[in-house]
């Protein structure tokens, strides 16, 4: 049996393989609400044989959101509109989760494809916050958040995980990776607080922890919560490799039950060895140093690549993206380049070459 075919469960819930979706960033919501575009993008990865299909970066507040487009989950309107897609998502049989978040310093941006980078207070944008007053190369100066404004921020991810269990999400990862807000309380070159929050480590790591202990006690006990990490800042004196492994212990502590591992984003212009797998390597250093189930992404795009993945033990799952975008039927395609049988769509069933 193919090792990438095999099922996996963490906590109550069983997925049917370990091709997993990635989340990706569509800046396509109106006001946060997610419509049309949604459905289909992530639908078709359910019809495609995905075992999870990992929704984008949902913001917790108005202000997290990364662009004015992207979407959220902070009223009923947006938990609404997710439900839609779950629902179709679960008639496919596949799990599906989200991926909460809040983009810092690295907020009020307009959409990639705008001849400009930031939204003016005209065009939707706002004044972004962060742990200091430190602006992402090219970005603005951002606020620095009070002590007070800190506390909140864990109520705000608190109440965003409590909608999406009601908007019928089986799996909440938290974002903590790419230079968004949680992952710059976490690096020094990001924070230079001198609270209970910046400094030393301990300090640094505390909201992360928080907020991950707060949404464990009130989402279901069957429901896996998942942190997106960026396993280095590739930068002397940044967030290293080290400092992920001992961090992937204390969320352990907290109950998450899996880390999702990618790297970078904190810093601009560093060099990032970008060949097939690069952060395959992080992603077993922490599977192994922190005894937690991990999932592998970046520049995975073939059958074989992921099955010797999961087969060597360097992670539990893979993650793809543009891969995906290139053939929402990876997951399909891939079964039977490696000889597995899995469930199609019986919509599909006429373009199988390998048959039950």
């Known amino acids: 049996m193919s090792s990438l075919f095999s099922s996996l469960t963490l906590r109550g819930t069983t997925f049917t393989n370990r091709a997993w979706v990635s989340p990706m960033c569509q800046y396509s919501a109106n006001d946060g609400v997610v419509g049309q575009w949604h459905l289909v993008h992530l639908g078709s990865f359910a019809t495609g044989g995905a075992g999870l299909v990992m929704a984008e970066a949902s913001a917790v507040t108005p202000e997290g959101r990364i662009s004015i487009h992207c979407p959220g989950l902070w009223n009923d309107e947006q938990t609404i509109a997710w439900k839609t897609v779950t629902d179709f998502v679960h008639t496919q049989g596949t799990k599906i989760g989200i991926q909460l978040a809040h983009a810092g310093r690295k ?3 307009m959409t990639p494809w705008d001849d400009h980078l930031m ?3 005209e065009e939707g944008g ?3 916050v962060a742990p200091s007053p430190l602006a992402f ?4 100066v951002p606020r620095e958040l009070s002590p007070d404004e800190i506390v909140e921020l864990t109520s705000s991810f608190t109440h965003a995980a409590r909608r999406a269990v009601e908007a019928g999400f089986d799996v909440i990862e938290l974002h903590a990776a ?3 807000l949680l992952h710059q309380f976490l690096s020094p070159l990001s924070n230079e607080r001198t609270d209970a929050f910046g400094g030393p480590f301990e300090n640094r790591i505390r909201l992360l922890l928080n907020v991950a202990e707060s949404v464990r006690d009130v989402i279901p006990s069957t429901t896996p919560l998942f942190v997106r990490i960026s396993a280095t800042d590739y930068v002397e004196g940044g967030w290293n490799i080290d400092q992920s492994i001992e961090l992937s212990r204390r969320l352990k502590s907290k109950g998450v039950d899996l880390i999702d591992v990618s790297s970078g984003g904190n810093v601009h212009g560093v060099r990032i060895p ?6 395959v390597d992080f992603a077993q250093k922490i599977r192994s140093g922190a005894q937690i189930p991990t999932s592998a992404v970046g520049l995975i795009t073939e059958p074989e690549q992921a099955e010797e993945i999961i087969a060597n033990g360097q992670a539990d799952a893979t993650m793809l993206a543009r891969a995906m975008l290139r053939n929402p039927r990876w997951a399909l395609n891939a079964a ?3 000889g597995e049988v899995i469930a199609w769509p019986p919509q599909f069933e006429r373009a199988r070459t390998i048959r039950p």
Do not use: K, M, N
């Open 126 to 128: 706002w004044v972004a």
């Open 107 to 109: 907020a009020s941006t």
């Open 274 to 279: 970008l060949v097939p797998g690069y952060q």
């Open 119 to 121: 939204a003016s207070v």
């Open 178 to 180: 790419h230079g968004y």
């Open 137 to 140: 190369e090219g970005y603005p």
């Open 336 to 338: 039977e380049r490696l």
